[in-house]
């Protein structure tokens, strides 16, 4: 006979590993202090009543656990409709806790209060929470935890306003110096970096002359914009001054408005709100970087290469690329894996913005849905999150419905700016790939003089990117593919809004260029490629390499580190070329 197995405490691990040890032929004693067993999962006898600790719901995701679950309970297990709440100021509210019944409960001020702390907790997240209190306040912000769980009346919160306020601000300054120097600092210096890039190729020597020296091909059209609204007289009237229906909403509204508010002209204000966009993006993927706790050295390679993309310097010029990347980032960033309806909101807003500046947001908006899919039973939310994000573009159809009696105007415009029909199957049709086997294609993106001075060269470049992405769109779908179904990445449910993002803007990009030669995919393809990165980023950080021979690890880490630097090497020097064509105000893309 063996020895028994001590087991200290019956609550529900002891009693499960007691259960287990039992079926394995061990003899166990389980020593318990209280009276009875459950530990803090108990029910206790009160005046002939059952009574819970609290309330119990069981969850798992491992079959194992739930397989000894049904085990143990059998027929005994009851489902009943959960229904928890929290007795406070004399009113019931929901648990888990429902964002709008606290707003409508607790009153205007402290709902302002709550708002903006639960915000500020979700912008700068607590590291790594030591116990209960910073785990609530990390997750729920310091304002609702102070309600929930100090239970503090409000004559205590008069009479303690002051020293409240300072452990309210004291959190938010111990978090505020990693949030500046993670986040803001580096994301304002990429941007700096960017802008210093291009003032370099520029005659000009002042801020304001280097910009308005670039106000070129797209920026006069979202100039006229600005300036005089949209207006249309006709399809053979296409000019700034009379027929500018071809250009969505977003951006021209965003320059009116930062325009009005820093009181610059409009010119100027192109530059300032593309800038201001182009560190939000960045804000962006740092924050994404902080999220998936990317380690550092992968965040400055990942940030290289979107910053010597060939045509990243559209970030900062009076395009509407970098609001276009923020705001759907920001979609991205708010709506997938939170479903808060808050932050739902804040998603959906987004989403609204985004689809509002290109045409290539409408089907990236959808993107929430796959939370519904993945098992989210917050439709309702999910659903209002994707109506709000497409109203930004739908709203502009509505706009060109009620204003000049026709809501496709946009699409009826592109014929007088080349792009004569959107061919939906050009991404499987040969004559997409046909220029790359000619060799006159190959000898003149080659030739220096026709790089910098020869509108067919960039042209030419903008074939090429079409071959290239779809090749990385496979190649990362496929590995990521694998790694997932093989079990060996983690968190793929998190990364598939990006691949249908980035695929869907491809794929509507290259239906639109295609009419016109595909002449400016190389600009069209940037959103694509910054998707992609993260994506990429994210797969490297959750997939488990540990299946890759040891022998061979060090070729491959070579063979990837040398890959790398010739990519940025390439990248960075036609991203050089470019703006060098930029500046010089031949076309680019
Ligand atoms: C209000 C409330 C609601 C909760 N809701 C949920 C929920 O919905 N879902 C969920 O999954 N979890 C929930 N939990 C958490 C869950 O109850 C605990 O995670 C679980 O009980 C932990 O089990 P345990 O065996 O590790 O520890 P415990 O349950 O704490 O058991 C420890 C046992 O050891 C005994 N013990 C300690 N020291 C000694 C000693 N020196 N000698 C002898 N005996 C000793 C104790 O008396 C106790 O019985 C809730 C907890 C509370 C309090």
Same mark, same amino acid.
């Given at each position: ?116 702390? =639960? ?19 990390? @997750? ?5 935890? *102070? ?57 000009? *020597? ?12 797209? *920026? ?16 053979? @009237? ?50 994404? =970087? ?21 045509? *990243? ?46 045409? $290539? ?50 699409? @009826? ?110 600009? =069209? ?39 790398? $630097? ?24």
């Amino acid at each position: 006979m063996r020895d028994p197995i001590y087991i200290l405490g019956a609550g529900p691990a002891g009693m499960a590993a007691a259960y287990r040890l039992t079926q394995l032929g061990f003899p166990v004693v389980v020593v318990e202090r209280e009276e009875g067993v459950g530990g803090l999962a108990k029910s206790i006898r009160y005046q002939g009543f059952i009574l819970d600790y609290g309330p119990h719901r069981f969850f798992t995701k491992i079959p194992a656990v739930l397989e000894l679950w049904n085990q143990v309970l059998g027929s005994e297990q009851v489902t009943v409709r959960r229904l928890t709440r929290i007795y406070y100021r004399k009113q019931y509210f929901q648990y888990p806790i429902q964002a709008w019944e606290v707003l409508r409960k607790v009153g205007w001020w402290e709902s302002l209060r709550i708002v903006l702390s =639960y915000l500020w907790a979700q912008l700068i997240p607590r590291p790594a929470p030591s116990n209960f209190a910073d785990w609530v306040k990390g @997750k729920f912000g310091t304002q609702l935890y *102070s309600h929930r769980l100090w239970q503090v009346t409000s004559t205590m919160i008069t009479k303690n306003r002051l020293k409240q306020l300072s452990q309210l601000l004291q959190p938010s300054w111990q978090h505020l110096a990693p949030f500046l120097w993670q986040i803001l600092l580096p994301s304002l210096a990429l941007t700096v970096l960017q802008i210093f890039m291009i003032s370099l190729w520029s005659k000009e *020597s002042d801020y304001v002359s280097i910009f308005k020296g670039l106000t070129q091909w797209d *920026s006069h059209w979202y100039l006229s914009i600005v300036r005089r609204g949209y207006q249309f007289v006709g399809f053979d @009237k296409i000019a700034y001054e009379q027929s500018n229906v071809a250009f969505f909403p977003g951006y021209p509204l965003a320059v009116a408005g930062i325009s009005r508010l820093l009181r610059v002209d409009p010119e100027l204000g192109l530059y300032l709100t593309a800038q201001l966009f182009c560190w939000l993006m960045w804000i962006y993927l740092f924050l994404f =970087y902080r999220r998936w706790q990317i380690p550092l050295v992968w965040q400055i390679l990942a940030s290289l290469l979107i910053l010597a993309y060939p045509t *990243s310097f559209y970030l900062c010029v009076g395009y509407s690329e970098s609001l276009f990347v923020a705001s759907l980032l920001g979609f991205l960033y708010w709506s997938i894996r939170w479903e808060r309806p808050l932050l739902m909101l804040l998603a959906g807003v987004h989403g609204l913005v985004m689809s509002a500046t290109r045409i $290539v947001g409408l089907p990236v908006a959808l993107i929430p849905l796959l939370n519904l899919w993945s098992g989210s039973r917050r439709w309702l939310w999910n659903l209002a999150t994707v109506s709000l994000a497409l109203l930004g573009g739908l709203g502009f159809f509505l706009y060109c419905q009620l204003f000049f009696g026709s809501w496709d105007l946009y699409m @009826k415009m592109q014929p007088y700016f080349g792009s004569s029909f959107v061919n939906y199957l050009a991404i499987v049709q040969a004559h997409t790939y046909t220029p790359l086997f000619s060799i006159d294609h190959w000898q003149s993106l080659f030739s220096p003089s026709r790089a910098l001075g020869d509108q067919i060269w960039a042209i030419s470049l903008s074939q090429l990117f079409v071959p290239l992405t779809l090749g990385s769109l496979l190649v990362t779908g496929l590995i990521d593919g694998i790694s997932a179904t093989a079990g060996k990445s983690q968190c793929w449910q998190e990364r598939l809004g990006f691949h249908l993002a980035a695929w869907s803007m491809f794929y509507i990009a290259l239906a639109g260029g295609s009419a016109v030669g595909q002449r400016s995919m190389s600009r =069209y393809c940037l959103p694509v490629h910054i998707v992609q990165v993260l994506a990429l980023v994210h797969w490297a950080k959750y997939t488990d390499f540990s299946f890759i021979p040891e022998r061979i690890r060090p070729y491959l880490g070579n063979t990837l580190k040398l890959g790398y $630097v010739l990519l940025a090497f390439i990248f960075f020097a036609l991203n050089q070329i470019l703006t060098w064509r930029y500046a010089h105000h031949l076309w680019v893309a």
